[in-house]
């Protein structure tokens, strides 16, 4: 029974004397100088991931040595750096660490801090030189694919006047919103907001082209009609609301302080006036 027991002991220290150097070498507790990891490789075609602060991020994982160096950890380290929507971390014999990194391509900022790329993924402007130029579209996380066909819808029904769509908004009561370029501000509501666009669109050079004050607001939620307000320069050169009459028998909109006192909505504006054309 003694003599068993010492040969089971002396199998376990055999055993532990040559597995304990295998564990500290990928543990890094012995190695990393005579196998370290000398070069990063990084793939081609980056232009806004930060290579300096790329390095910086994978020096500590990398100082493990070959065969200590924690890949996931190190790949989750690169995923919180900017504009990093996907990493993979591999290590290459006898010193080398491969990166592959693709990055975000920004389509749109979404809310107040955050933006929306072409893959349809949200991230954090935090760290980030935004692009100008991109458009500001808002709306519950969830309904980001709804918002993202309308914006591309909308910017082609408004494209072959000229303008373009700058912002577009969905309330939490399923209200939608958009802003051109030359300033006007769009109520489009919850309803057929397709329909109402692609008529709205398609007589809005028309009407820019009749009134010469600028448009300021255009209320879509009329079943045969819209609701403009037109500003107008007062005495300091500023722009001011005004009523302007878009049609036979149609007013476009009252002013602002007029419709507060009324209590009432302005009139819309018929799509079937002479301005409208054949707009329905």
């Not at 750096?81 to 006898?94: C, D, G, I, S």
């Not at 080398?96 to 749109?108: K, M, N």
């Not at 955050?114 to 949200?122: D, I, K, M, T, Y």
């Not at 969905?170 to 329909?195: C, K, M």
Request: positive net charge; proline residues 7%; aromatic residues 8%.
């Amino acid at each position: 029974m003694i003599r068993r027991s010492l040969r089971v002991l002396t199998w376990a220290l055999a055993i532990g004397l040559v597995a304990l150097p295998v564990v500290a070498v990928l543990n890094g507790w012995i190695g990393a100088e005579r196998w370290p990891l000398r070069t990063l490789r990084v793939n081609d075609g980056l232009e806004r991931v930060d290579a300096a602060r790329l390095r910086q991020t994978l020096l500590p994982y990398a100082t493990a040595g070959f065969f200590a160096v924690r890949l996931d950890q190190a790949r989750a380290a690169i995923a919180q750096l900017p504009w990093v929507e996907h990493a993979e971390v591999r290590k290459r014999w006898p010193d080398v660490l491969e990166v592959r990194i693709v990055e975000h391509r920004p389509f749109a900022r979404w809310g107040e801090d955050r933006l929306l790329s072409e893959q349809g993924r949200l991230f954090p402007v935090a760290g980030i030189e935004v692009p100008a130029g991109l458009p500001q579209l808002s709306a519950a996380d969830a309904r980001v694919p709804d918002v993202v066909a309308l914006y591309n819808e909308s910017r082609e029904m408004f494209a072959p006047g000229g303008f373009t769509v700058v912002r577009l908004a969905l309330d939490s009561r399923d209200s939608w919103s958009l802003s051109l370029d030359n300033g006007v501000e769009v109520v489009v509501g919850s309803q057929e907001a397709r329909l109402r666009l692609k008529r709205f669109a398609r007589v809005l050079p028309q009407l820019l082209a009749r009134n010469p004050l600028p448009l300021q607001r255009a209320d879509l939620r009329y079943t045969n009609g819209f609701a403009l307000v037109w500003g107008q320069a007062d005495a300091a050169g500023q722009g001011a609301a005004a009523a302007a009459t878009a049609g036979p028998g149609a007013v476009a909109a009252l002013p602002a302080a007029a419709r507060t006192r009324a209590g009432r909505s302005p009139a819309p504006f018929p799509l079937h006036s002479p301005v409208s054309g054949s707009a329905s």
